[in-house]
């Protein structure tokens, strides 16, 4: 089933929560919705549930009009952070509960539901704990079990409200991967709301980046990731580091360095700011009278874990970085650290590789 949204607007009475929201999703996609906490991702996905109703806009199922249509006419399967299962029911009847509660004319028969659960558990590779209660369950189990109840009625589409938010991070790691390979199983029209960037950007066909009730960009994990469309979505989309300097005829010159910015061809000594991720910094010691260019900078932590040493760095000049942080991340891999024989407290020069520059839009 696809799903379209136009025009959404919600307010919660002065806080405006969605702003013009239009999205398209296409039949079989799982999307995800990211965004910090307070962008409007859950309230977007509980207006195309139905439990909430949208001020203005409308939401179409597969071309028809369902933003009057009542929640339970929808035929949407929730998944959330708390997994809501009955604790009084054993995992056998967690699953079948929404069959045994259709309309007498719509409802299975018995084998039919005890056919389909004992198939869903098996989906989930929990047939094995039917007979056992939530409360002798793992949290991961029990997520998978909220999953394959939500799959019991045959939803047109799936919502996922933070799924795996509660649960620790291996635990995560796993379910992550193994709701990939159960919607490529599936193909049902599945999106979730999650303020996990790796979650968003190792599952989701696609994904959404949200913020103060705005859509920011639309794209896949690559995409987005390899060419940001905003200051926002660079900055939320792993570690970033953030210079300040002035944009002049495609070059910004910041701190000791002038990094190429072509895009800005046209800008005159115009204030403007660079994001530059961490891996593209080049890191060399410092030798006066050099001319290396470049931000000399002291070397304050290094942290080595496996394959790569996270470096932190102190500019020497203070001022240069006068209102924004003082500390720069940088990361080399860690046999060059220790090729280096790096030692914490010596003064190196780092400068970007690569940068991603903005003009600073007027106040």
């Given amino acids: 089933m696809s799903i379209e949204i136009r025009d959404v607007n919600k307010h919660f009475g002065s806080f405006h929560a969605l702003k013009n929201v239009n999205l398209d999703i296409d039949s079989g996609e799982l999307l995800a919705l990211l965004g910090p906490s307070g962008c409007g991702k859950t309230t977007l996905l509980r207006i195309i549930a139905g439990l909430e109703t949208p001020d203005t806009g409308s939401i179409l199922f597969s071309g028809e009009?369902?933003?009057?249509?009542?929640?339970?006419?929808?035929?949407?399967?929730?998944?959330?952070?708390h997994y809501a299962l009955f604790r009084h029911?054993?995992?056998?009847?967690?699953?079948?509960?929404?069959?045994?509660?259709k309309p007498r004319g719509e409802r299975p028969s018995e084998a039919q539901i005890r056919q389909k659960v004992t198939d869903l558990l098996k989906l989930v590779q929990l047939d094995w704990i039917a007979d056992r209660y939530p409360a002798q369950l793992s949290g991961g189990q029990r997520q998978r079990i909220a999953l394959a109840r939500a799959l019991a009625v045959e939803p047109k589409v799936l919502l996922l409200d933070e799924p795996f938010g509660a649960l620790d991070a291996k635990v995560r790691k796993e379910l992550r991967r193994w709701l990939r390979r159960l919607h490529d199983e599936l193909h049902v029209t599945s999106i979730f709301v999650t303020h996990d960037q790796e979650e968003a950007l190792e599952v989701a066909d696609r994904v959404v980046l949200m913020n103060q009730g705005v859509i920011e960009q639309v794209g896949s994990p690559q995409q987005v990731w390899d060419h940001p469309a905003s200051p926002f979505v660079y900055g939320f989309l792993g570690d970033v580091n953030l210079f300040h300097g002035r944009a002049h005829e495609g070059l910004l010159h910041l701190e000791g360095v002038a990094i190429q910015a072509p895009e800005h061809a046209d800008a005159k000594n115009a204030q403007a700011f660079?994001?530059?991720?961490?891996?593209?910094?080049?890191?060399q010691r410092y030798q006066a009278g050099s001319g290396a260019e470049g931000i000399v900078a002291r070397l304050d932590r290094a942290i080595v874990v496996?394959?790569?040493?996270?470096?932190?760095?102190?500019p020497?000049?203070?001022?240069?970085?006068?209102?924004?942080?003082?500390?720069?991340?940088?990361?080399?891999?860690?046999?060059?650290?220790?090729?280096?024989?790096?030692?914490?407290?010596?003064?190196?020069?780092?400068?970007?590789?690569?940068?991603?520059?903005?003009l600073q839009q007027a106040a």
């Avoid at 933003?67 to 952070?81: A, C, I, L, Y």
Wanted: charged fraction near 25%.
């Fill in 316 to 358: 020497v000049e203070a001022g240069q970085r006068e209102g924004h942080d003082p500390l720069i991340e940088a990361q080399i891999p860690a046999q060059q650290f220790h090729d280096m024989g790096l030692q914490e407290g010596e003064i190196l020069v780092v400068s970007p590789r690569k940068a991603r520059v903005f």
């Fill in 89 to 101: 029911m054993t995992v056998f009847e967690n699953v079948a509960f929404g069959l045994r509660v």
């Fill in 306 to 314: 496996g394959p790569i040493a996270r470096l932190e760095l102190i």
């Fill in 65 to 81: 009009d369902t933003t009057d249509v009542h929640v339970r006419e929808r035929n949407v399967g929730f998944v959330f952070q």
């Fill in 274 to 283: 660079a994001y530059v991720r961490p891996h593209d910094l080049d890191v």
